[in-house]
């Protein structure tokens, strides 16, 4: 039995259980000189408890715990990176018209076809370390930059090959992300809900889908035939809704029972009675509307107020959202859409979590997985407050046994 004791710590951030919403905000707890204690990557104990000879020891004074970061919408596996496209949109070129042949999408699937397995992973890889560092504990990943079935197969595959290279754990989702050249939109989604869904899952390879549903990519009716398929497969369902456009996206999520709608900068208000009514959880990405410089946001005070389950995401994708770190999107939500600090922190742990369909993580709760972060501040307010200081200081992730991959231990000592 390996221990681990977290002594001390100035703050320490204890949601209830579940998805945070509503009055459900009023539940949570933030402990002082408090002391968590851990056995086998499980925490057993939350209060004054001393440590044992024998147990590892964090001195957390001064730092503020808080559960480890679920990033909820990521597009890694990918390989290289867009910055002319960023340079281009910076003098007036909008995202909308460099995705077409050769850029955007088209773009990163070219670069991801000419790398060898080897560098992508050694790319994402670096990528992975780096948000672990930043606090990331659990990720999802996602396909999207293949465009044909078996190269879609090819990068699920690395998605797979990357989490057995990492400590975080994973969630891996197929995403229907742009119309292949030289196909129909709904030639190309029947043969992804006939061949593609179905290999994948055969393989292994998937826990949910994704669609991008935009005038530059997919219709609603695509996305209904991509639930059927999803349900049929057991698959849990996710979209990219309303980024560019009011379309009733997260309307259709609410209805058709989907984990999560993502990005929602144009939802109406029908949106947000439907969303707030439903467990469908609205991922807010503040990362792609800060690199798109969108002046429309998503509602997310009107969602939080009305008791929609509101998650964080960083979207990390070389187009539309080169962004890794969850402090710099918690920082993004808070500045820009305006959520409290409590409420960002929900988002970026427990309802993150939530979203990915792990009831095991997410909070600091006896009986929850010790994925923990030790923040060198003296409170969660001081994350958006300070935002060009990198606050993590500690990363504990998994463990022998409960990851496969051996736990992480960046101590305080060493500054990540
Ligand atoms: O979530 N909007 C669609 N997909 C990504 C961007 C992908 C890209 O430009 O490579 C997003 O923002
Ligand atoms: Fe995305």
């Not at 670096?126 to 293949?146: D, I, V, W």
């Not at 229907?176 to 292994?204: F, M, Q, T, W």
């Not at 947000?272 to 469908?280: K, M, N, R, V, Y």
């Not at 742990?349 to 923990?372: Q, S």
Request: charged fraction near 25%; hydrophobic fraction near 40%.
């Amino acid at each position: 039995m390996s221990r681990l004791v977290i002594r001390d710590a100035a703050q320490v951030v204890v949601f209830p259980e579940g998805p945070i919403r509503g009055p459900g905000f009023d539940d949570v707890r933030l402990i002082e000189n408090a002391t968590i204690t851990c056995e086998d990557g499980v925490i057993v104990s939350i209060g004054e408890e001393e440590p044992a000879e024998t147990d590892d020891v964090i001195d957390a004074t001064g730092c503020t715990v808080i559960p480890g970061f679920v990033d909820c919408h990521t597009h890694l596996p990918f390989y290289g990176w867009r910055a002319d496209e960023d340079a281009a949109r910076l003098s007036g070129v909008r995202y909308q018209d460099i995705h077409g042949k050769e850029g955007g999408i088209f773009r990163s699937a070219r670069l991801l076809a000419e790398a060898s397995d080897e560098d992508v992973l050694a790319f994402s890889q670096q990528l992975a370390t780096s948000m672990l560092h930043r606090g990331t504990t659990t990720l999802e990943l996602k396909s999207g930059y293949g465009l044909s079935i078996e190269a879609e197969l090819r990068q699920l595959r690395l998605a797979r090959l990357l989490a057995d290279a990492i400590p975080q754990e994973v969630s891996v989702t197929c995403l229907i992300h742009a119309v292949p050249n030289g196909r129909s939109a709904g030639e190309y989604v029947g043969e992804v809900c006939d061949v593609l869904l179905p290999k994948a899952v055969e393989e292994g390879l998937i826990d949910a889908v994704d669609i991008y549903v935009e005038t530059i990519a997919f219709e609603l009716e695509h996305a209904a035939r991509v639930a059927h398929a999803a349900e049929a497969l057991s698959l849990r369902k996710k979209v990219h809704a309303e980024q560019l456009a009011d379309n009733q996206t997260g309307s259709f999520a609410a209805r058709w029972g989907f984990a999560s709608a993502d990005h929602l900068n144009h939802l109406s208000n029908d949106g947000i009675a439907d969303l707030c009514e439903s467990d469908t959880a609205a991922v807010l990405l503040p990362g792609a509307t800060f690199t798109l410089r969108q002046e429309k946001k998503p509602p997310a005070r009107a969602l939080l107020d009305g008791g929609a389950i509101v998650a964080l995401g960083t979207d990390l994708n070389p187009g539309t959202s080169p962004i890794h770190s969850m402090p710099v999107v918690i920082t993004l939500a808070c500045r820009l859409y305006g959520l409290r600090p409590v409420e960002a922190l929900a988002a970026a742990t427990a309802n993150a979590a939530h979203v990915l369909g792990f009831a095991d993580r997410g909070r600091i709760a006896v009986g929850a997985k010790a994925d923990l972060v030790l923040l060198d501040l003296p409170s969660i307010d001081h994350i958006a407050y300070r935002p060009d200081e990198d606050p993590v200081v500690g990363v504990i992730c998994g463990v022998e046994g409960h990851t496969g991959n051996g736990q992480e231990v960046v101590g305080p000592d060493e500054n990540p």
